[in-house]
């Protein structure tokens, strides 16, 4: 009689559930914000964006944790990004604000849509090549707050978005046009969060959530309006001369170099 004997050398066949699952509610939050700004209900719509926000940051950190990190994933992800980041906030905007000013407001809307796509494409080459300290460029995420929050503020006050039209298109072209700067934004992963702190801290993020949750939406609008300023501060800081390659991009990035490198392998 002949043991019959398992092959255990064959990668197992499937997809991770529980990260690509947090993916899923990130892209069905960014889902939902294009719906609910379709219905004017813009309130709902920016809070889906930070919610999807949350999974954004949480699909990662599990899929790390869990050791279930997978190629199939990292292009997930960045899909759902794409609709929750880019394409969702691009239409609240829209809808809230842009819908009756012609050209100029899809024009606008579709100038954010499409640096968020350009930057997402960068990111993803630079992935174990960019220092992990700064981000290059206004992370989509961050991006896409800033226009959920002040939308989110406008509904909240019942202002009528339309009468402030060309405002939103340059604050909605200015953030589109950020992502894909070369300015330099601090992306806080030096941070130990799994090192001790002193009590004063801790009372200190005690006194931020009661904060945030008596006016989020200000809060809200104010901590991202002022991260996404700190972009070109800091660069402007960190150089002696400000050089063109500081602000925009050219063929010279490690984006492109690192194109080039894998179609010579």
């Avoid at 968020?116 to 896409?144: C, E, H, K, M, Y």
């Amino acid at each position: 009689m002949n043991d019959k004997k398992t092959d255990t050398s064959k990668p197992s066949k499937g997809i991770y559930l529980l990260p690509n699952l947090l993916t899923t509610a990130g892209l069905f939050s960014g889902f939902f914000a294009i719906v609910s700004s379709m219905n004017g209900d813009f309130i709902s719509a920016s809070v889906a964006i930070f919610i999807a926000m949350i999974f954004d940051g949480l699909d990662g950190r599990v899929a790390r944790m869990t050791n279930t990190q997978s190629e199939f994933g990292a292009e997930y992800d960045s899909m759902a990004d794409m609709v929750s980041f880019g394409i969702a906030p691009g239409l609240v905007a829209y809808n809230w604000a842009l819908s009756s000013y012609g050209k100029f407001g899809w024009l606008a809307a579709f100038v954010f849509v499409a640096c968020a796509a350009l930057r997402l494409a960068r990111f993803n080459t630079q992935v174990g090549i960019a220092d992990a300290r700064f981000f290059q460029g206004l992370a989509s995420p961050a991006a896409a707050a800033v226009i959920a929050s002040l939308v989110w503020v406008g509904a909240e006050y019942q202002i009528n978005g339309q009468d402030y039209g060309i405002i939103v298109g340059i604050i909605t072209i200015l953030a589109g046009l950020l992502m894909v700067s070369n300015f330099r934004y601090n992306s806080f992963k030096e941070v130990d969060w799994k090192g001790k702190v002193n009590f004063f801290v801790v009372l200190l993020i005690v006194l931020a959530f009661v904060i945030i949750a008596s006016s989020p939406e200000n809060v809200l609008l104010i901590v991202f309006g002022f991260y996404a300023c700190s972009g070109p501060f800091t660069t402007i800081r960190s150089v002696n001369k400000l050089k063109l390659e500081d602000v925009v991009g050219d063929d010279k990035d490690e984006d492109f170099n690192s194109v080039e490198d894998m179609k010579d392998k």
